[in-house]
């Protein structure tokens, strides 16, 4: 997904305007990488792959976001939380803020194994 995918979705969720948020969009979206670095190395991990050794950054509307496709669908609703943190409605916030956290929670899920008998 790009960061643009990331800003319309995110436009149709709070239902604002493009133009108040542009400033601060990349910023944000760097924040949400940070906050999901560790379970995104995890996912990695478990998937075989090498883990990230430092945060991946955005700097582009054009850029794709550097992170797990599961992690990236609810970053949607981490960016609505960020973008409208100044709005005078902290129950929205808090809103998108519940919704971010399930969507993190439903994509960093713990990831089956099977046991080894060491006997």
Known sequence: MTVQTLFDQTLALINEEPTQYKDILIGCVNRLLAD???TNNLILEYHHADPLSAIPVVSALTDEIPCNADLVAAF?????SLLIYDDEDLNKVIFWQNQYA?????A???F???VQDVY
């Open 112 to 114: 089956e194994e099977k």
């Open 36 to 38: 999901t670095h560790d």
């Open 108 to 110: 960093g899920r713990a």
């Open 76 to 80: 949607p609703y981490g960016l609505a």
């Open 102 to 106: 399930d969507a993190l929670q439903r």
